[in-house]
């Protein structure tokens, strides 16, 4: 599914209406969610642009354009980064690349931004890692370059991460979450969870099973989910109160994903998050 999604700025100030955000990046080169495809039609042709092309558009349709890295073939980067990274609170690329390399407690080393790519391949997408010198790693490397663009380096553009629940003791209910995923989620996302697959490719991607991201993501975890659900879902209409975004992500998370054999590395100096699911 094509989709650009909505105007970064736009939402950062629909946010800061509730107190959740602001568009710290507005008067700077930081490109628009909506107009992102057509500054990248407008840049120079050249090698350069092409490979900013691709990068764009694995991140929209990853099974199709990293054939053979996501043998699930049901979730793009775009499924989780809405508008390709360019949404405030749906985890944006915009100024990646001058924050990066950077340590992770996870691995308990500081990774590169094509390591930090690599993870989310490996876990998100439940899929095969891309070799550091391949076409398709060095084009989503020159797309996040092209969205941080204009973002001084050590900064960041709007709404960096999915956002956190303010209230950190609300006290999640699975129960009534699978209520709220009944009313409000399975019309689009199924009532299993499946997803909606159409001629060959997810419309709607998956939220549990086989096809979904396995237990080692971060989408897996309560506190992102939530703070994800929270700002983006339902899809243009992310209206759930806080108690409501955390059951239903409570609900989402413990339902069956695929396994992440490699989990018994992690956070081997400590700093696991509690929510983790290993
Ligand atoms: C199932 C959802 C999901 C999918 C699919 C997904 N990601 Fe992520 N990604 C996340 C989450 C969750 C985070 C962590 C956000 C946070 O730190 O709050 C993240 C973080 C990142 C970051 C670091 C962001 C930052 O601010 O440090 C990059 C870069 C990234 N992902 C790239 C990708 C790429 C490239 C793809 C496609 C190959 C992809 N992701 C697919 C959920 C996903
Ligand atoms: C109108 C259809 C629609 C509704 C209703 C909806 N979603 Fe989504 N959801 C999507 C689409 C489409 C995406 C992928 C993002 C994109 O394409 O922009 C998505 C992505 C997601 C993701 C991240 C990707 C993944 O597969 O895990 C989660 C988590 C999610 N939705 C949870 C929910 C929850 C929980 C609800 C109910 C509160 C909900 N959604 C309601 C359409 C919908």
Redesign the pocket.
């Known amino acids: ?1 094509q ?1 650009t ?1 909505f105007s970064a700025c736009a939402l950062a100030f629909a946010l800061s209406m509730s107190g959740l955000g602001t568009c710290a990046a507005q008067g700077t080169a930081a490109p628009a969610a909506d107009d992102v495809d057509a500054r990248i039609a407008a840049l120079p042709p050249g090698p350069d642009t092409e490979a900013i092309k691709l990068g764009r558009k694995i991140t929209m349709e990853t099974p199709q354009f990293a054939a053979g890295h996501v043998p699930g073939g ?3 980067c ?3 980064h ?2 390709g990274g360019t949404t405030p609170l749906s985890s944006p690329w915009i100024g990646m690349t001058g924050v990066s390399p950077a340590y992770s407690a996870r691995s308990a080393t500081v990774e590169s931004l094509a390591q930090r790519i690599n993870n989310c391949f490996q876990r998100s997408e439940n899929g095969i890692p891309l070799a550091f010198d391949s076409r398709e790693m060095n084009a989503l490397l020159a797309y996040m370059t092209y969205l941080s663009r204009g973002i001084p380096g050590g900064q960041f553009g709007p709404g960096r991460g999915m956002g956190k629940i303010a209230d950190a003791a609300l006290v999640p209910d699975p129960v009534h979450g699978r209520a ?2 009944a009313d ?6 199924g009532a299993n969870g499946e ?1 909606v697959h159409s001629g060959g490719s997810y ?5 549990w099973g086989d096809a ?2 396995n237990i080692g993501a971060s ?1 897996a975890r309560l506190g992102p ?1 939530a703070g ?2 929270k700002n ?6 992310a209206t ?1 109160s806080d108690q ?2 955390v059951d ?2 409570a609900y ?1 998370t413990q339902q069956p994903r695929p396994d992440y054999a490699a989990k018994v590395k992690d956070w081997p100096k400590g700093g696991r998050p509690a929510d983790a699911r290993y």
């Not at 409000?184 to 996302?189: D, G, I, P, R, T």
């Not at 419309?203 to 939220?207: K, Q, T, V, Y």
Request: glycine content about 10%.
């Open positions: 599914m989709r999604g049901a979730m793009s775009a499924s989780c809405i508008g709220i995923y409000k989620c399975a019309s689009c996302h997803g419309a709607i991607p998956p939220l979904s991201y989408m989910a994800f659900i983006n879902m339902p899809l243009g209409n759930l409501d975004a239903v992500a989402v």
